[in-house]
């Protein structure tokens, strides 16, 4: 019995010894959530403060994408693939080779695939967002106008699908569930084009004309103008209007609109002129301290007359981290060097190109006495830059042989391919790792971009003087000298080929770097322009104190047709085969 | 002269080897044996025999000169046995000392020198007679010649003493002294000579003309009732019924890899690993499975327990093999059930060592060895590079980058700083690097306390050479460098103790600690930096230049991407970065048996805590902030590459706290075993919960309920049923609990007698199978995997003056469905042993099928807003898994050889049967249905020949010239795209692994070889291995397409665009996948026994010296053509750090 006992009150210890760290549990908590501090629907949308953080997640949609986006040459590596600018990288999978040399791998794909499922997923939160806001805690006016944000947003991103792939799945209002049937197909060109005008047409009477202090570069109605402005002049541009390159009947519709109609220009012209209508926009202008200084200093500026809508930032050195020349950088890993062919777009300080005798363009002295916008663009062979080192103006060489920003062969990766870097839009001030930082934002519309848009419409519309008015003001702007005539340098009675053809350049050189034209391109249906062309540089020899100027030919591009669309993403393919593919893919 | 008595074979040595326990009897003092003699002229040998014949007594002879031969005549009628020894030691002249019921026989003159010198050496005169050698004389009659020899055991190979030796036939005979040796005379050459031992298989040898005979015995497995580890518990082997394979430590010990899980590879049947990374102290610990993998979603790696506690992989390399007593495995279901919720993918069981009674003993074991890279990759040349990087500019209709005075330079390597021809790789790595391992255990112990202590130390250096700062400027040296290489230490310990508190009360105390310091180079990737093109090409840059400052590269030619700077200045300043580890682990366990109230129970209590944190710590700068300067030899010019960096900085010391992790184990058990003859029973019970902290998540709590019955009928009739019922916190409630059970049985067929008559010679054959149900949990994803979460995300920024706001959108989805993964496993299986077990093995066949399977779904849109990685998971993949395992020994002696071959060969095939994949538009892109780790790849059918040959086949976009890969469309669109990739070739894992070990012993040495193979598997390059001037060219690219080595190449036509070309391998072909099957020498081991008569002049009682290799040779063909591990991962995108080639020496000391 007393071995028993001693048995048993061993045993006893021994279950104190689990039991008594159990005991302190409560049982049934035990397999229980814990608390986090992991938010969900319902905590975002019952607080207010959270709620417009989700806003800022919709807005986040507004980023530089890949290939979709506020372009600045960096991030939106489109670029590299037109006549605008060469990539610096020989070979690596990169997305630019394997477009500008038509084999388009699998970081094209992916780049794709991202960009698509980037600007949906963004669709889904505003729809999440307009779904919940009315039970959130916010103020009527508060709910009402971030709503009327949201639908913006959500427009805007339908109209960068739209440019990528012509006609796409619409999903409305819904948010859609997981066990949602895939089914259904593209919607067309048209439908999107319709369900994206009357969005932006619902909005714009309500929305803010301006927003000051904390809730500036929020949507206002320019925006949505603006936008409508820019969907339609797409929808009436050669590509789309009657123009897509399927041959199937199905998949015209879904590409483009089936037939032509010259209508939609005045559409387009009709869209651009409410946003000047307006009358709060301007071109920042300064052609007191410099000419053309205002083309430079808008982009360094935060709060501006010029931009109807950009991508806000904190005050950052975004581009000079990424396009500085070796001597100033810092990664300098993304060289985008401009080529001759953007070099010589841009026309002589008296506004006559290069090409025109009067011009007084010296093949000698290539970089003397051109628009001013030139110098504000392209780092060039002797254009000076800041310096860290030394702490003064210092010229960048370019030259071949010149180290370490000269020449280099496009088999090699270390410096620019065409003898030129590029600096729009940077702060001449802050070479990387200098110090400070300049308050840029990223213009995704600004006046400039909707007065050229205008310019188009209205020479395809008939109207020329209005369009050369357009070209006008944004040279005057420029710093471009009136000439006698005070025609800037344009021809004095220009047919409206011509016209077209001095718009198309406008676009080239005032857009530069910021994401057009590879667009432009497209929706004019104008590949032969990269189409099989080398871009071309300039090697620059060095002797004594004199430069001698040679064009070569840097790298050749193809442009197929099946670029005229991105392919949809071959997964969202198989799973929904209601789903055509574009044409070519 | 000796001989032993009839019944006096084997005398008990065991009193002092401690080899077997002695059956206690009760001391009967000599005086209170009766015995009654009455002798004339006999010779004391016969009355000897006499005495035994009486009395339960035997006799023993340790001294020489003993003439037992002479006559003598005692009349000691109703006697006692003490009186009679006395009245004999009279009359012959001898000693007589009693003890136990042995009567050891000295003559009286040698009695009284030991005496005296027991004295002397202060020794217990018993003991010091004890060890005196075994000499012999001879008996008259059967006078031939004298046969000596040795015994040793097979597995260890150390001499066995007690052994008896016997004449068959005769009462002739003696035993083994503690070296093993004996000496016998009077033996016949007919004779045969029977060896015997308890727990060793009995050997006979005819005599013939040998005057030496020396044998290995061999363990009678049967005999001991081997017991095997299996979850919560052990089993005697021929009582298992499931399907479980195990390894003792000794055998890990003989692949002296530093992480334990290296050293398991081959050695167990169905299980595989991988070894991934030779990094010291990081990356090589390898991937471990057991019968493939079954499951495409989470973990597909088995539950690790150590002592019955679970840890993490990273802990698990912590263990050092030295502490090792025995790893099992479990495989089926009847094993593995009683895990529930966590045993899905098979269990690993670790066991430590423990003490065991008897002085204490110190075991010191020191080794050193040699790393080298199993493989370096072999690159080509300044001269050669050259040539082919404007060749292949030529190809892409673009200048040369070298003129024919540039690649005469390169040829002569006249101008070493203008056109240098470097191989990085032997700048900056060494051919080999030391690694150390040194143990020191003490272990011992009485009846109520028992330890075993362990203090190790590992020392892995690292293959990084010292490469000294030799520039103009130099700071201070001390600070300007310091030691970058790769190397790891651990420091370990473990105290495992075992008190015996009352006769019914027992309690383990366990502690155990390790700290591992893992230090590399800030810029680790190195490794596969050396090897890329635009980095470190050999004509890029001179490592130093003439003025000592670091090179670097020529901007007219060449300039490396601008985040790279010199790779030998990036490592000799560039810094390190050390990872510090701690890992504490105290494990109490306290059993009392309750025999008093049922004989057989017992409760059992438990308690694991551990502690595991790690923190880093290092000192850096950036590469791109070390000055390095492009020297113009013909200018004499030096550039810096950095015009803003001339100064080497100091150096950035940044400590950084890692995040600790905490796992508190507490168990509870009853347990009841017990035999009703010919019944036994046995019942476990058990309660088991885990709460584990990582960091600032949310502690992830387990709870579960285990069980387990087993009957069985006269050890022939095997039945047991058991499961867990578990619970995890991963789901929702009503969704935590389930059952996890399985019932195996198993027919002791050899048992029956109708099977012995038939089968004579097969002692074991038997039947089991199992079946059941096993779930895993371990599936990934949030703590909460059925919780919807937003996460925080990109900032924007709003506002005249910049105001940041950190948005919120939606993260992963939830789905309060989700649930565990279940396995349903079956398994059958024979186990037999023959031929008195010199050949055994078992074969087992098991189907498992994983159903449930947390699947990410990948019909969704994406256009439905939610990106791939933030859906939900839904439990509805299947997978199926079918395979077989054999196992077979084979052991046997031949004189002084001992022949031990054991091979296993384990066979898994995987087939995924349901894992929601989109419908393909074509039949070969389709997943389901083949094994999981197939990739979709173009087939490669060989080169475009020529213009025409382009124009008449079908093409990819882009660029296509000569030379280019062709590849098949599939579709016959006439065009190659992503639609002509079709699922082809194997998996990524190989289903079949095959090891092989063959050892011999002889004398006193120990030879075994460990061969192992995995087939059927696949490997594809990485983009970033084997494309031309994006890795440094290599041997495989002067194979490369040229219009007149069209018929022998076997790489396509260069061009520098290659990488960004369709032939990139991450548009996966068969051109760039290859079989990955090979056969390793997995491991070596050689050892030698220092001769006892040595080793205890020292005062130590065994000495043994080892020589041992890892991965000494390699056959892959994946190995020769792409030059890359075939164990390291598939399609990794570079070089990792290369798994290692280790030789090792060592030296084991024991001492008591």
């Not at chain 1, 780092?379 to 003064?392: E, K, P, T, V």
């Not at chain 2, 990094?279 to 002592?307: F, K």
């Not at chain 2, 109230?597 to 551990?610: D, F, N």
Request: net charge negative; charged share 20%; proline share 6%.
């Amino acid at each position: 019995m007393k071995k028993l006992s001693h048995q048993l009150i061993g045993s006893l210890c021994l279950l104190l010894l689990v039991m008594a760290q159990i005991g302190c549990e409560k049982a049934e908590d035990f397999l229980d959530k814990k608390s986090t501090n992991s938010l969900d629907e319902t905590t975002v949308f019952a607080d207010s403060a959270h709620t417009m953080d989700f806003l800022g997640g919709v807005y986040h949609g507004l980023f530089i994408w890949r290939v979709s986006g506020p372009s600045n040459g960096v991030e939106n590596i489109l670029v590299a693939v037109t006549d605008e600018a060469e990539q610096r990288y020989p070979a690596a999978g990169m997305l630019e080779t394997q477009i500008l040399t038509g084999s388009f791998g699998g970081t094209f794909n992916s780049y794709i695939n991202d960009s698509w499922s980037f600007l949906y997923t963004h669709i889904r939160l505003a729809n999440i967002y307009l779904k919940h806001v009315d039970g959130s805690p916010l103020s009527a006016s508060l709910k009402k106008r971030t709503k009327q944000e949201t639908r913006f947003l959500r427009a805007y991103f339908y109209a960068r699908l739209m440019e990528g792939w012509g006609g796409v799945p619409l999903m409305g209002d819904t948010v859609f569930d997981l066990n949602s049937s895939a089914g259904g197909g593209r919607n067309t060109y048209a439908e999107c084009v319709d369900y994206v005008i009357s969005e932006l047409d619902a909005v714009a009477p309500d929305l803010p004309l301006t927003y000051s202090g904390l809730n500036y570069g929020r949507v206002t109605k320019g925006a949505a103008l603006a936008l409508k402005a820019r969907v339609l002049l797409f929808a009436a541009s050669p590509l789309y209007n009657g123009g897509s390159v399927a041959d199937k009947p199905e998949l015209k519709e879904l590409t483009a609109y089936p037939t032509h109609d010259p209508s939609r220009w005045q559409k387009a012209l009709e869209a651009c002129q409410a946003v000047v209508d307006l009358g709060i926009y301007e071109l920042e202008t300064d052609n007191e301290t410099k000419p053309g200084n205002g083309f430079y200093e808008m982009f360094l500026e935060r709060v501006n007359k010029e931009y109807i809508l950009a991508y806000m930032m904190g005050p950052n050195v975004y581009l000079e981290q990424f396009n500085m020349p070796p001597s100033r950088g810092y990664w300098n890993s993304y060289h985008r060097c401009p080529t001759q062919e953007l070099v010589d777009a841009f026309p002589m300080l008296n506004g006559k190109a290069i090409d025109d005798p009067t011009s007084g363009y010296d093949p000698a002295n290539p970089y003397e006495g051109r628009d001013p916008r030139f110098y504000y663009s392209i780092i060039y062979n002797g254009s000076l830059y800041f310096n860290r080192n030394g702490r003064a103006m210092k010229p960048v060489w370019t030259y071949e042989g010149a180290s370490p920003d000269g020449i280099v062969p496009v088999s090699s990766g270390g410096a620019t391919h065409t003898g030129y870097y590029y600096r729009k839009m940077s702060d001449e001030q802050i070479p990387y790792r200098g110090g400070g930082n300049t308050n840029r934002c990223l213009p995704i519309m600004r006046y400039g971009s909707l007065l050229l848009d205008l310019a188009e419409a209205a020479n395809e519309t008939g109207n020329i003087p209005l369009a050369l008015d357009q070209l006008i003001e944004i040279r005057k702007r420029a710093g471009i000298e009136p000439g006698g005539d005070s025609m800037y340098g344009l021809p004095a009675n220009p047919s409206q080929d011509e016209t077209r053809e001095l718009i198309r350049r406008e676009r080239f050189i005032e857009l530069a770097f910021e994401g057009y034209r590879f667009f432009d391109i497209r929706r004019w249906k104008a590949g032969d322009i990269i189409d099989e062309k080398y871009t071309h540089g300039m090697r620059i020899l060095k002797d004594g104190n004199d430069f001698t100027y040679e064009r070569i030919e840097v790298r050749k591009h193809v442009f197929k047709e099946n670029l005229y669309l991105f392919p949809i993403p071959f997964d969202e393919v198989s799973i929904n085969r209601d789903l055509l593919q574009n044409p070519g893919w | 002269m000796a001989r032993i008595s009839l019944q006096g074979m084997v005398i008990n040595l065991a009193l002092f080897t401690g080899l077997f326990a002695m059956t206690p009897v009760a001391h009967s003092q000599p005086s209170n044996v009766p015995l009654s003699l009455r002798i004339s002229d006999k010779s004391v040998l016969e009355t000897f025999l006499i005495i035994e014949h009486q009395t339960s007594y035997t006799f023993a002879y340790f001294s020489s000169g003993l003439d037992l031969e002479q006559k003598i005549s005692l009349q000691a009628p109703d006697s006692n046995l003490e009186d009679v020894l006395k009245r004999l030691g009279q009359e012959a002249r001898l000693h007589f000392e009693v003890s136990d019921r042995k009567i050891v026989v000295k003559n009286k003159e040698e009695h009284a020198k030991e005496q005296l010198d027991a004295v002397k050496t202060s020794l217990k005169p018993g003991y010091a007679s004890l060890f005196t050698p075994l000499l012999t004389t001879t008996l008259p009659r059967f006078r031939q010649e004298e046969i000596t020899g040795q015994v040793r055991d097979l597995v260890n190979n150390e001499p066995l003493p007690g052994v008896s030796v016997t004449v068959k036939g005769t009462q002739i005979g003696t035993s083994t002294n503690v070296e093993g040796r004996y000496t016998l005379s009077g033996v016949g050459e007919n004779d045969v000579l029977v060896f015997t031992f308890l727990g060793f298989k009995p050997i006979e040898v005819r005599a013939g003309d040998q005057r030496r005979i020396d044998v290995v015995m061999e363990e009678d497995m049967e005999s001991l009732d081997e017991v095997v580890v299996i979850g919560y518990g052990t089993q005697i082997k021929t009582d298992v019924t499931s399907a479980v394979s195990q390894v003792s430590g000794d055998e890990i010990r003989k692949t002296p890899t530093v992480a334990l899980q290296n050293g398991l590879s081959g050695k167990l049947p169905g299980l595989f690993s991988q070894q991934r990374s030779g990094r010291p102290g990081g990356d090589n610990a390898a991937n471990v499975y057991i019968r493939g993998v079954s499951t495409y979603a989470g973990s597909q790696q088995p539950l690790v327990l150590v002592d019955n506690v679970e840890y993490n992989y990273d802990q698990l390399f912590l263990i050092d093999p030295n502490e090792v007593e025995s790893i099992s495995i479990l495989k089926d279901a009847a094993a593995t059930a009683i895990y529930g919720i966590k045993g899905a993918n098979g269990v690993i069981l670790v066991t430590t060592r423990r003490g065991e009674a008897g002085k204490p003993e110190i075991n010191f074991r020191t080794q050193f060895g040699s790393q080298t890279p199993v493989h370096v990759l072999e690159t080509l040349g300044a001269y050669e590079s050259a040539m082919l990087h404007n060749e292949a500019l030529a190809l892409d209709e673009m200048d040369p980058i070298f003129t024919p005075e540039d690649l005469e330079l390169f040829r002569t390597g006249e101008d070493p700083y203008g056109h240098p021809d470097v191989n990085w790789y032997d700048v900056v790595f060494k051919p080999s690097a030391l690694v150390t391992n040194n143990n020191l255990d003490i272990s011992g112990g009485s009846e109520r306390v028992r330890y075993f202590i362990t203090l190790g130390y590992m020392w892995q250096d690292g293959l990084l050479r010292d490469i000294p700062y030799k520039g103009p400027d130099q700071v201070a040296s001390g600070k300007t460098q310091v030691n970058t290489n790769f190397f790891a230490k651990r420091y370990k310990f473990r105290s495992n103790l075992d008190i015996k508190a009352t006769n019914s009360l027992s309690f383990k105390l366990d502690l155990s600690g390790t700290r591992q310091e893992a230090s590399r180079p800030k810029y680790e990737t190195g490794f596969g930096t050396l090897f890329r093109y635009e980095y470190a090409n050999p004509y890029i840059m001179p490592v130093y230049n003439p003025d000592g400052s670091f090179g670097y590269a020529n901007p007219n030619r060449m300039i490396p991407p601008n985040e790279s700077n010199n790779i030998a200045a990036v490592y000799s300043l560039g810094g390190y970065t050390k990872s510090l580890n701690d890992f504490l682990n105290v494990h109490i366990s306290g059993t009392q048996l309750l025999d008093a109230l049922t004989p057989g129970l017992s409760v059992k209590a438990e308690m694991a805590y551990s502690n595991a944190n790690t923190a880093s710590r290092s000192m850096t700068r950036y590469q791109t902030d070390i000055p390095t300067y492009w020297y113009n030899p013909e200018t004499e010019i030096y550039t810096p590459r950095d015009p803003a960096n001339y100064t080497i900085l100091p150096y950035e010391l940044v400590y950084e706290g890692g995040t600790p992790n905490r796992r508190l184990n507490l168990q509870g058990a009853l347990n009841y075993t017990r035999s009703f003859e010919p019944h036994n029973v046995g019942a476990l019970i058990l309660f088991n919960q885990t709460s584990y902290m990582d960091g600032a998540e949310p502690m992830a709590n387990f709870r579960g309920y285990t069980f387990r019955f087993t009957y069985n009928y006269n050890h022939k009739y095997l039945l047991e049923v058991s499961g867990a019922y578990n619970g995890s916190d991963r789901f929702v409630t009503q969704k935590q609990y389930q059952l996890f059970p399985a019932v195996s049985a198993g027919w002791n067929l050899a048992k029956e007698p109708f099977f012995q008559e038939v089968f004579p010679f097969i002692e074991g054959f038997k039947l089991r199978g199992s079946y059941g149900w096993v779930g895993s949990d371990d599936i990934g994803g949030n703590q909460y995997l059925y919780e919807q979460v937003y996460d925080r995300a990109d900032n924007y920024s709003f506002g005249e003056f910049h105001n940041n706001i950190e948005s919120i959108v939606e993260g992963v989805q939830g789905n309060n469905d989700v649930t565990w993964q279940t396995e349903r496993k079956a398994d059958i299986g024979i186990d037999f042993s023959l031929f008195q077990g010199r050949f055994s093995g078992s074969v087992d066949y098991f189907d498992n099928f994983r159903y449930d399977i947390l699947t990410k779904r990948s019909t969704i849109p994406s256009y439905f807003g939610v990106q791939a990685s933030n859906l939900p998971p839904v439990n509805i993949g299947e997978v199926s898994n079918k395979g077989y395992e054999i196992e077979a020994s084979y052991k046997n002696t031949l004189g002084r050889l001992g022949i031990n071959v054991t091979g296993n060969f384990s066979f898994a095939k995987n087939k995924i049967l349901f894992m929601d994949e989109p419908d393909p538009k074509y039949p070969w892109q389709r997943a389901t249905g083949l094994p999981i780790g197939m990739i979709r790849q173009h087939i490669w059918l060989g080169y475009y020949e020529s213009k025409e040959d382009i124009a008449n086949s079908p093409v990819p976009a882009g660029t296509v010239k000569p030379g280019y890969l062709k590849y098949k469309d599939l579709n016959d669109d006439g065009v190659i795209d992503t639609d002509d990739r079709a699922y082809m070739g194997k998996p990524n894992l190989p289903n079949t692994n095959i090891g092989l070990t063959l050892g011999f012993t002889y004398s006193n040495f120990s030879f075994s070889v460990l061969l192992q193979s995995a087939l059927n598997f696949d490997i594809y390059m990485g983009n970033g291995n084997a494309v031309p001037f994006k890795t440094n060219l290599q041997p495989i690219h002067q194979g490369r397409w040229t219009p007149e080595t069209a018929e022998t190449a076997t790489f396509p036509a260069l061009t520098t665009t290659f990488n960004g070309s369709y032939m990139n391998p991450d548009n996966r072909s068969t051109f760039w996948t290859t079989k990955g099957d090979y056969l390793r020498i997995r491991s070596m081991n050689l050892g030698y026994n220092v001769p006892s008569e040595i080793v205890s002049k020292i005062g130590l009682s065994r000495v043994m010296l080892f020589a041992n290799g890892y991965n000494l040779f390699t056959w892959s063909k994946f190995l020769d053509r792409f030059q890359f591990d075939p164990e390291v991962s598939s399609g990794g995108g570079g070089y990792v750090y290369p798994p290692e080639r280790i030789l090792n020496f060592g030296l084991n000391v024991t001492f008591k």
